[in-house]
């Protein structure tokens, strides 16, 4: 990674964690967050139900008003008093541990039209309550109000017991939970499902109705109930409700539906719009089992969500950050099934945002702090080395010291410290930039690595950090393009009554190694070995000689192929101080 200041980055690093924090407690309040762990918890409910082993019905029983009910009987609901007193005498015969009717008893008196109707209702009531607890269902009005019974009937039903069928809907709303604050000040208020727990003496709790177990369910007609009352078969009422608690409501296509978790109803699939009697009988199956499901209390789901954004300071390389991500994910919603098979909701939701948030969080801070020390190293050095090295050097693959052939470029401008005696020092600055300008555009266009500067000298080298096939070839372009910018230049200094420049370059290929060199503090890249010492020998010869470009024979075997044979100058075998005679050539540059 590019090395940046420790100071800075532990601020970004500090801020960044900062952020991650304040994200994952807005994770813990947003709808958006609530809405995405609902979906959640009804995927996994759903999972859940599938996998179950449960095939009962539990000890609840639902008997139903459908289609044929209403064919059965021509008349309208409200004026089947008869109908429902022939139904609750038949199920009080049947011995029902409790009974709870969400079916809305009439807020008047019929007896106008019939004067045995109210007598025939108060009569089925009163057997029922004799047989059982009853529990009548109430509801409001559109304004709110409660909408009243007609009270000789509650007396009828001796216990006076009732409960609201409402529910609390979720923002989606989907009914998910059970809970008996309703009010209008979010006040307690009886319910139909807690007075038929409570009258049986069963502990009412509070939280997510529980579906992991449980199997769909069959209703019993209305009318066949009757039927088995009206001809004597007690046998089957006793089979089908003895000590058990009852419910008694619509199954109509059309009336009291609800969008559910899960449609328990076994005789249709109607998507999750079920009948709202099945959310009490789930309610019921779930006091029966262990409950309600109980949400994880919300201390502990933050201090969850703070551990994990100490995900923030794990140092993880590109890739890991992504998979372990993933891991958490998994992980977190595995926990989840399990603790609501257990009996718990945990928010993992958050804490699986949380966790992607920490690490994938912190690997765009890297990412961004690379880019933007990067563009400073681009912006502070990109004039200083060259593409290639600078390319290695933000990519952290610089290396120590490696060997690799290369073809080593030395150049020099002749005479120059006598001409800058006659100049000033800005001057001498002024020109040595014009000149270094063209020379270095020549190097690395032909994918030169400038080594450095000596005074009015350049070393370069061709072949590293980029290995190339035929380096000695890319040196000897790159020495022909510089003596065409050299030409170009000279005709502006004369054009500015300035004497033109002269230089000499001298070329040698071989082996050498080639890395970082220097201290902790500061290094360079550069070449070291034979040829570079060779290459800048040859380079010396060009003053007593007076030709701009000289190079080795090796350097010849491996361009000489590459242009016309008569432009290649043989020099001979030629003194080199500090070694051994060698074989030099030079090149017609009148013919480039």
Known sequence: MVGGSPMMRQKYMLVGYALVLLVSLGLLVSPFTSTLENKLLDHEFSLLHKSSSASDTGNVVLIGIDDKTTATFPEPIALWHRHFRDLF???GMGKPLVVGLDVTLPDRSYSFLDRGLDKALMQGLKRLSDAAPLVVGITVNADGETRGVYPPLLLAAKKHATGYVLWKKDRDQVVRRFTEHLG????????????????????????????????AVQYIPMQQVIAWGTTGQLDK????????????????????RHLQVINLAAWEDNKRFAPGVLLHLQALRSLQHRGMIKPVAMVWV???????????????????????????????????MTLLTSGYDLQVVALMLTSVVALMGRQVQQLLLDAIEKRH?????????????????????????????????????????????KMQPEQVVL?????????????????????????????AFFGAPNRLDHPSLHAFCAALDMLERLQKLNKELESEGEEPLKIGIGLHVGEVVVGKLGSQ?????????????????????????????????DVYQEINNQFGKAQWIE??????????????????????
């Open 184 to 215: 209008v000040q979010n006040e307690t208020v009886p319910t139909l499902v807690g007075e038929m727990a409570r009258a049986v003496k069963m502990p009412v709790s509070e939280g997510l109705i529980d579906y992991t177990s449980g199997a």
């Open 377 to 421: 190293l681009r912006m502070a050095f990109g004039g200083m080395v060259s593409p290639q090295v600078m390319t290695q050097i933000l990519a952290d693959k610089l290396p120590e010291g490696e060997r690799c052939r290369v073809c080593v470029l030395f150049a020099d401008i002749r005479s120059f410290t006598t001409r800058s005696e």
């Open 89 to 91: 005498i038949a199920l």
């Open 521 to 553: 503090k500061r290094s360079e890249y550069t070449a070291i070995g034979d040829t570079v010492n060779t290459a800048a020998r040859i380079e010396e010869l060009t003053k007593s000689i007076n030709i701009p470009l000289l190079f080795s024979q």
């Open 431 to 459: 020109l040595l930039n014009r000149y270094f300008e063209q020379m270095t555009t020549a190097i690395h266009e032909h994918n030169g690595t400038l080594d450095k500067f000596m005074g009015d000298g350049i070393m």
């Open 237 to 256: 009422l006793k089979a089908a409700f003895a000590g058990k608690a009852v419910l008694i409501g619509s199954v109509l296509p059309f009336v009291d």
């Open 571 to 592: 020099l001979g075998e030629m003194a080199i101080r500090g070694r051994s005679a060698l074989s030099l050539y030079s090149y017609n540059t009148s013919h480039t």
């Open 302 to 336: 933050v201090c969850c969500a703070l551990l994990l954004t100490l995900l923030w300071w794990l140092p993880l390389s590109r890739i890991v950050p992504m998979l372990l991500a993933t891991s958490l994910v998994v992980g977190l919603a595995a926990i989840s």
